[in-house]
C-alpha cells in the first residue's frame, strides 16, 4: 500500500528515466517547420556540419536534438513516415545505452533510424543486430533509405558473403547483420593471418533488435567454429541399434532437467546387447571402454530426450536443429559432444564426422565487447534482472502511441489435451463466422501439424507457419489481419513482421505488382488495393480486430506476452485466450498429477473447463520457477566461459600484436634463450654435483629440440665448469646456426617463415588447448562430491593448462624453426608463373606439431612482383589475397586454383 502511495506521488522508477528526457521532445519538435523549408541538399549537408562539429570536439548529446529533428524530417521525405513523440523517447533511450521496451507495432525499426544516425557521425560504425537473415536484408534497404539520403554508407552481413564483401560492409558507417553472423566473423578474424584480411573493425557501438531473443534465449549455447575428427560414423550406427530394445525399466528420465541415465538393470542389459555384437569386452564402465560410454549415453540421449519435428527435424538428408524459442531451422548448427551424430544415426542420415572446437564464444562475451550496447524488444521487462546482472543494461518502458485496447481473456484449463483442442478448434470456428482473423500460437512443429490436421477435418481454411515453411514467414504473417483468416503459427514466427488489420500493403506490393513495369497500371493498382485493404480493416475492426489463441503456456512468460503482443498493436481493437490441458508440458513437469486428481473429485465433467484468475497467478509463479532455473543456467555457463574468455582475449591481443609486425625475431630469440634455460635448468638441476648431472639426457634434447650434436659429455669433464657455462655454450651454438639459416635464405625470407610459423604454431596450441578445457569442463562438476567448488576448480585447472600450453608453444616455434629447411623452385619463366613458395623438409624428425605447422605457409612472399596489367606476374599473388584479375574473390579461388 505504502509503495503504491509513494509511486503516485514521486512515480516509478521508469518515469523518472522518462521525464528529463521529455524535454528534448519540444526542442525537437521546435526544429521541425525550419527543416521543412531546407531543400533535401541543404538537409543532407547537415550531416558534413555535425561531423565537422564531432572532429572540433562536440559531444554527440550536444547534437541529439539536431540530429533526430534530421533524422526524423528524412524519414518523412523517403519513407513517407513522421517519428511520433514517443518514438523520440526510445531512440534516446537507445542512445543512452538502454534497452527500450516498446509493444509490437510502436514501430521500434524506425525508432533505431535516430540513435543509429547519431552515433554513425563519429564515423567508428554502428551495428544493427537481427534475428535473422530477412530482417537484416530488409531493414537494410528500408531503413537504409534514410541513412542513405543522409549521406551515410550502409552495409548489409547475411550468409554467403566472401570476405571482400564483408569488409565493405563493416566499413560502411551503419551495419545491419543477425548475432551469429557478427560474431561468426570475430572468431573468423581471429584465425586470419593478415590484419588487411580481418573484417571487423573496432568494437563502437550496437542495437540489438528483439534483444531478449538475442541476448537471453540464444545465450544459452555458444558461438562455436569446429574442425572435423576421426570418423566414428559406423560405431554411432552400431550402438543405435541397441537402443530400440531398451525397457521403460532400462533407464530414468528428468524432463526438468533434460537427463536420462540408465538403471542398474539397464546398465547390464546394455553390456550384455555390445558384448553380444562384437562391440565390447568386459563391462561397460571398465578404464578401457570410456569411449563406449560416451556413445552410449549420447545415443540414449538422442532415443529418450530429444523428438522429432520438436527438437529436431529433418530435411535433405540432414539433422536440423529447431530453434525451442523461435520454432525456426537453425541451419549450420549442430549439437556438440557427439550428440548430433547420434540423432543422425537415430534418423538414418549421413552421419557428419565430430569436431572438435578452433574457436568459441558466448553471445554475453561478444555483445559486452561493445562500448556501447543498447537494444529494443516489446517485452524485456519480465528479464530485467538478467539484463542488468549480466550485461548491465537498464530497461526502460516506453509509452505507447495510443492506449492499448485488446481484452485479455482468462486462461481455460482442461483436463486432455483433445478437450482442449476441441475447445480451440470451436473457437476458431466462432471467429470464421464472424470474419475475424485468429492468429494460433504453438509451441512445436509437431503440435502446429497436429492442429493443422483438426482443421482440415472440419475443413477450414488456413495457413501453417513453422520452421519447415520459413521461406514464406513474412509473407504469411503479414497478411495474417485479413478478414477470416486462419494462421497457425509457432509462438514467435514471423516475429520483425506486423500483423496489420486488413493486409500488409508492402507485402501485396512487393508480391502481386513486382513485374508491372508500366508506371500508370502500376500506381492505378496499388490505389486499388489500398481501397481493398481499407474496406477489409473496417470488417476486422467490426468483428474484433485480431485474436490471438495460445495453444498453451510457454516456458517462459516473455515468449506468452509476443504472442499476445501481436494483436492490439497501434491502438487497434483485439482478443486473446491461452487454452491449456494437464498433459501439457509446462502442468505436467509442475505436478498436474494431484490437480487431475482434485478435478475429477471436484466433478469436472468432460469438455468443462476451468476459469479463474488464481489459475493464471499459479501458472505465472511456475513459469517464473523455470525463468529462474534457466537463468541460473545461462549465468553458469558465462562463469565458466569467463575463464576461458580471459584467455581467449590475451590470445587474440598476443595474435595482432604479432600481424601488426614484420619482424619477430626478438621474440623468437627470447624463446629459444628461455628453452635453453629450462632444458639446462631441467638436467643440470641446482646446487646438483656433476655427477648428478644427466648429461646424455641433455645432449638428447638439444638433438631434439635444437637438432645441435654438442660435446656435452666432453664439456662436463672439464674442471670447473658450471651449468651457466654449459647453457652459454648451447646458447652460441643455437644462435649460430640461426644466423646462419637467416644469411642462406636472406633475412627477408627468414622472417616471414618467422612471422608464419609462430602464428601457425600458436593457433595449432590454442586449439589443442580449447579441446583440453572441453574435456576438463564435461567432467568438473563431479568435483563437488568432494565437497570442492567446480568453478573454482576449472580456474585453477585452466590457469595450469594455459601456463602450460606457453611453455609447450615456445618449445614447439623453437624445435620447428632449428629443423625446417626451405626449398624454392628454381626461376625459369615457368616457375614465375607457378611459383612453388617455400617448401619444407624435416631433418630426420617425425613430430606432429612439425607436421602441423609446416604444412604450407601461404603468406610467403614470391620473389616478382605482381603487376595487375601482366596476367604473367599473377602467380607470384599470395594465395589469400584478393585476385588481381579484379573479381573480388580469394586468387586461390580465381585465377590461382590448383
Known amino acids: 500500500m505504502f509503495g503504491a502511495i509513494a509511486r503516485r506521488i514521486f512515480g516509478t522508477a521508469n518515469d523518472r528515466v522518462l521525464k528529463p528526457l521529455k524535454k528534448h521532445i519540444d526542442a525537437i519538435n521546435a526544429l521541425e517547420p525550419s527543416l521543412e523549408k531546407l531543400s533535401d541538399d541543404e538537409l543532407r549537408a547537415r550531416t558534413d556540419d555535425f561531423k565537422r562539429r564531432i572532429a572540433d570536439g562536440a559531444g554527440l548529446d550536444d547534437l541529439m536534438v539536431e540530429a533526430f529533428a534530421t533524422v526524423r524530417e528524412a524519414a518523412k521525405r523517403t519513407l513517407g513516415q513522421r517519428h511520433f513523440d514517443v518514438q523520440l523517447l526510445g531512440g534516446m533511450v537507445l542512445h543512452q545505452g538502454r534497452i527500450s521496451e516498446m509493444k509490437t507495432g510502436e514501430g521500434k525499426t524506425l525508432v533505431a533510424t535516430l540513435p543509429v544516425y547519431l552515433n554513425a557521425l563519429s564515423g567508428k560504425g554502428v551495428h544493427v543486430v537481427t534475428v535473422n537473415d530477412y530482417l537484416a536484408r530488409r531493414d537494410s534497404e528500408w531503413m537504409g533509405q534514410v541513412y542513405t539520403f543522409l549521406g551515410l554508407t550502409v552495409g548489409v552481413i547475411v550468409h554467403g558473403l566472401n570476405d571482400t564483401e564483408r569488409q565493405e560492409a563493416y566499413a560502411c558507417d551503419v551495419t545491419y547483420g543477425t548475432n551469429n553472423e557478427l560474431g561468426f566473423d570475430y572468431l573468423r578474424d581471429n584465425m586470419k593471418f593478415r590484419l588487411e584480411e580481418m573484417s571487423h573493425r573496432p568494437f563502437n557501438y550496437a542495437i540489438v533488435d528483439e534483444v531478449d531473443s538475442i541476448l537471453v534465449d540464444e545465450a544459452r549455447t555458444p558461438l562455436i567454429i569446429s574442425g572435423p575428427t576421426e570418423d566414428n560414423s559406423e560405431l554411432y550406427r552400431l550402438v543405435d541399434r541397441v537402443m530400440p530394445n531398451l525397457t521403460a525399466e532400462d533407464f530414468e528420465k528428468d524432463e526438468k532437467q533434460r537427463a536420462v541415465t540408465l538403471t542398474d538393470r539397464g546398465t547390464e542389459h546394455v553390456e550384455e546387447m555390445l558384448r553380444a555384437a562384437g562391440l565390447m569386452k568386459g563391462a561397460l564402465y571398465d578404464v578401457g571402454n570410456v569411449s563406449m560410454v560416451h556413445h552410449v549415453n549420447q545415443a540414449l540421449r538422442a532415443h529418450k530426450l530429444f523428438t522429432r519435428d520438436v527438437d529436431y527435424i529433418v530435411k535433405s538428408d540432414k539433422v536440423v536443429i529447431i530453434d525451442e524459442f523461435t520454432g525456426r531451422m537453425m541451419e549450420g548448427r549442430r549439437f556438440s559432444e557427439g550428440l548430433h551424430q547420434a540423432l543422425e544415426a537415430k534418423e538414418g542420415v549421413t552421419i557428419q564426422n565430430e569436431n572438435q572446437t578452433l574457436a568459441s564464444i558466448t553471445f554475453q562475451n561478444l555483445f559486452r565487447m561493445y562500448p556501447k550496447l543498447a537494444g529494443m524488444t516489446g517485452t524485456a521487462m519480465t528479464e530485467a534482472g538478467e539484463f542488468h546482472e549480466i550485461y548491465g543494461l537498464e530497461v526502460v518502458e516506453i509509452p505507447t502511441n495510443r492506449p492499448v485496447t485488446r481484452k485479455d481473456a482468462d486462461d481455460e484449463v482442461y483436463r486432455t489435451a483433445d478437450e482442449k483442442n476441441d475447445a480451440i478448434v470451436t473457437l476458431i470456428e466462432e471467429c470464421r463466422g464472424r470474419m475475424q482473423p485468429a492468429l494460433v500460437g504453438t509451441t512445436s512443429i509437431e503440435k502446429s501439424e497436429h492442429l493443422s490436421a483438426l482443421l482440415k477435418k472440419r475443413k477450414i481454411p488456413h495457413q501453417v507457419l513453422n520452421a519447415r515453411y520459413h521461406e514464406q514467414e513474412a509473407f504469411i504473417i503479414a497478411q495474417a489481419g485479413v478478414p477470416g483468416a486462419v494462421t497457425i503459427a509457432t509462438n514467435m514466427a514471423g516475429r520483425g513482421t506486423d500483423i496489420q488489420l486488413g493486409g500488409n500493403l508492402d507485402m501485396r506490393i512487393r508480391t502481386e505488382l513486382s513485374e508491372i513495369t508500366d508506371e500508370a497500371e502500376r500506381a492505378r493498382r496499388i490505389e486499388a488495393l489500398k481501397a ?118 590475451v590470445v587474440y591481443e598476443q595474435r595482432k600484436d604479432l600481424m601488426q609486425v614484420d619482424d619477430v625475431s626478438e621474440e623468437i630469440a627470447a624463446f629459444r634463450h628461455e628453452v635453453i634455460a629450462e632444458t639446462v635448468g631441467r638436467c643440470i638441476p641446482e646446487r646438483a654435483y656433476a655427477d648428478q648431472w644427466d648429461v646424455a639426457g641433455l645432449h638428447e634434447e638439444c638433438l631434439r629440440i635444437f637438432g645441435l650434436d654438442l660435446p656435452i659429455a666432453e664439456w662436463a669433464k672439464e674442471e670447473g665448469i658450471a651449468d651457466q657455462e654449459i647453457r652459454h655454450r648451447i646458447t652460441d651454438a643455437a644462435d649460430r646456426k640461426m644466423a646462419e639459416k637467416a644469411a642462406n635464405y636472406g633475412p627477408e625470407t627468414m622472417r616471414m617463415v618467422e612471422k608464419s610459423l609462430l602464428l601457425q604454431l600458436l593457433d595449432q596450441s590454442w586449439k589443442d588447448h580449447l579441446l583440453q578445457l572441453d574435456h576438463l569442463r564435461q567432467g568438473i562438476s563431479l568435483r563437488a562430491y568432494a565437497q570442492r567448488d567446480p568453478l573454482n576448480e576449472y580456474k585453477r585447472e585452466a590457469f595450469n593448462l594455459f601456463e602450460q600450453m606457453l611453455l609447450d608453444l615456445r618449445e614447439k616455434v623453437t624445435s620447428v624453426l632449428a629443423h625446417v629447411e626451405l626449398r624454392f623452385g628454381d626461376e625459369s619463366p615457368e616457375s614465375v608463373l607457378e611459383p612453388r613458395g617455400p617448401q619444407y623438409t624435416q631433418e630426420g624428425r617425425d613430430d606432429p606439431a612439425f607436421a602441423a ?46
Not at 596 to 615: F, N, R, S, T, Y
Not at 854 to 859: D, E, G, L, P
Open 853 to 898: 605447422a609446416t604444412a604450407s605457409i601461404s603468406h610467403a612472399p614470391r620473389r616478382t612482383d605482381v603487376d595487375p596489367e601482366d596476367s604473367a606476374t599473377w602467380g607470384a599473388t599470395p594465395r589469400n589475397s584478393p585476385c588481381p584479375c579484379g573479381s573480388g574473390k580469394k586468387y586461390k579461388h580465381c585465377h590461382g586454383k590448383a
Open 532 to 649: 481493398e485493404i481499407e474496406v477489409n480493416k473496417e470488417k476486422v475492426r467490426e468483428a474484433g480486430g485480431l485474436y490471438v489463441i495460445g495453444t498453451e503456456r510457454h516456458e517462459s512468460r516473455r515468449i506468452d506476452n509476443q504472442l499476445r503482443g501481436r494483436s492490439g498493436r497501434q491502438g487497434d481493437p483485439g482478443a486473446s485466450k491461452f487454452f491449456l490441458s494437464l498433459e501439457d508440458d509446462l502442468m505436467r513437469i509442475f505436478g498436474s498429477q494431484r490437480m487431475d486428481g482434485m478435478l475429477q473429485k471436484l466433478g469436472l465433467e468432460k469438455g468443462e473447463a476451468i476459469v479463474h484468475p488464481w489459475i493464471n497467478k499459479a501458472l505465472e509463479k511456475a513459469q517464473q520457477k523455470v525463468e529462474a532455473r534457466n537463468f541460473d543456467i545461462r549465468k553458469n555457463l558465462l562463469k565458466f566461459d569467463d575463464v576461458m574468455n580471459d584467455q581467449r582475449k
